[in-house]
């Protein structure tokens, strides 16, 4: 294909989102899926030349339609990045690196990690202006998911530019999700700047700043690549009070070996009784804590599973409502693990973005579109269950983008913690399918079926009960 029908095609995706952008047609769609449709065409044809194309739509268009979000995840696909070549350099070491991670790394795999990633690190690489400008551009947007997808975006290509960016959301952005987004991916980008890392720590312990922030700056500072060479952050986080499960999950997620008293310490004064069943998980799988509290968090963790397997009429159900973003976003999907209870997986609330909610705050006025099963597989809905639980005590993402539906693992290019990658729609198919179902047939999740929508999954399991 040639250049002119590379534009003449994203010419079309344009024309479409702008005819079409909040009007339902006939079925209840709105143009996400037809845009979303050609621009995986566009991806497939034109690979990397599409690069340049969606980055002049999103730098020259609106930034303040669900567009923008779509044309990120594609220049993403094509894009060269810091994390892009982390990956490809894994996969030559080692081909099976993303499943190894569900199960925990040994000494061995996570010396190669620090390897490569140091060598990513030294690596010279050119700035994408045209990009970055792009992406700065779309963290002026109106809408928060647009905003944090960009930052994401910023963060895996690695510049320090990028370090610019979202240092500069972080301070400025008044939306707490965003705030949040913006310093984890800092953290991340921190080792393109010593002086960042040491911020982190000092901020962390900065009893003037507000509660809020300093958790925020003690999840930065744990994560952030350096934090090993900082004597300080062990210290903070002792001394850190309140104590909350957040801070205790993101201490057991660093992986710091001199951390483990401090997070003994925070787990007694929150009362291990008290801690939220993915809190539980991780203390069960964390054998360097005192044997006392790592065998009553895996023996509160298997008795707060059995209560939830407790029969229900929707316990294991999928159950799907239309979102904020409905017109463009075709609603939100989750699982039902007891009568009043739904895990789902959900925008701004990174690095825990699976988690449960009571039903009524997760429905909370929206309209609710039933109670549903996989009619054609016989599917074991414990196993669904236990599978969400266990996706719950891992540290999750949001895929905004949408690239990694279903789940992947990622390990960022400076070698802090991994973490599984998810949307709504494709963590409910991806518990259902390792359970022995498959709630969407595989055409509308491959090819011209991307992205899989909670509206199709809906469309394609039995109703059992109306919500």
């Known amino acids: 294909m040639t250049k002119c029908g590379l534009g003449m095609l994203l010419a079309d995706v344009a024309k479409l989102a702008d005819s079409t952008r909040f009007a339902m047609d006939s079925e209840g769609y709105t143009f996400l899926s037809g845009a979303a ?24 268009g609106d930034v303040d339609t669900p567009l923008a979000r779509l044309l990120i995840g594609v220049v993403l696909r094509a894009a060269d990045s810091r994390q892009r070549r982390f990956e490809n350099q894994l996969a030559a070491r080692e081909a099976g690196w993303k499943t190894l ?8 795999r996570r010396s190669m990690l620090t390897d490569v990633s140091a060598a990513v690190l030294a690596e010279k690489m050119t700035e994408p202006t045209r990009l970055m400008d792009a992406l700065e551009r779309a963290t002026l947007s109106s809408r928060a998911d647009v905003v944090i997808t960009a930052l994401r975006a910023s963060e895996r290509i690695g510049t320090p530019r990028s370090l610019g960016l979202c240092l500069s959301v972080s301070e400025h952005a008044r939306n707490p999700m965003v705030r949040t987004r913006a310093l984890l991916s800092s953290a991340r980008l921190s080792l393109l700047d010593r002086g960042v890392q040491e911020e ?5 312990a900065d009893r003037q700043l507000a509660t809020a922030v300093r958790l925020n700056c003690f999840e930065a500072a744990l ?3 350096g934090h090993r060479d900082l004597p300080g952050i062990v210290e903070a986080l002792e001394d850190s009070d309140p104590a909350s499960p957040g801070l205790v999950n993101a201490a057991l997620d660093s992986r710091i070996a001199a951390a483990v008293p401090a997070i003994e310490k925070q787990i007694g004064r929150l009362s291990i009784d008290t801690l939220p069943d993915a809190t539980l998980r991780r203390c069960a799988r964390n ?10 968090a895996r023996d509160l963790s298997t008795a707060n599973a059995h209560v939830l397997f407790e029969a229900a009429s929707v316990r294991g159900l999928v159950v799907h409502r239309n979102s904020p973003w ?4 075709i609603g939100h999907a989750g699982i039902m693990i007891s009568e009043n209870t739904v895990l789902h997986c959900t925008t701004e609330r990174d690095p825990h973005a699976v988690g449960q909610d009571s039903f009524e ?8 579109w039933g109670y549903r099963r996989d009619a054609t597989h016989n599917v074991d ?3 669904a269950i236990s599978r969400a639980l266990e996706i719950a005590s891992w540290r999750t993402e949001y895929d905004g983008t949408h690239n990694n539906q279903k789940g992947e693992w990622f390990k960022g290019w400076m070698c802090g913690p991994e973490y599984w990658e998810a949307d709504c729609v494709g963590f409910t198919e991806h518990c259902y399918e390792y359970a022995g179902g498959n709630p969407t047939p595989d055409e509308f999740e491959t090819g011209a079926g991307w992205p899989l929508t909670p509206r199709e999954q809906r469309d394609h399991m039995e109703l059992v009960r109306e919500c």
């Open 37 to 60: 449709r050609l621009l995986a065409v566009a991806s497939e044809l034109y690979g990397s030349r599409l690069v340049d194309a969606a980055t002049g739509m999103l730098r020259d």
């Open 200 to 204: 982190f720590v000092t901020k962390s």
């Open 287 to 296: 054998m360097s804590l005192k044997h006392e509290i790592w065998s009553h």
């Open 223 to 225: 994560i952030g690549g």
């Open 101 to 108: 991670m569900a199960g925990g790394l040994d000494a061995a």
């Open 381 to 383: 809905l414990e196993k």
């Open 361 to 368: 705050d997760w429905r909370a006025g929206y309209e609710c």
């Open 326 to 329: 409905s017109a463009a976003w």
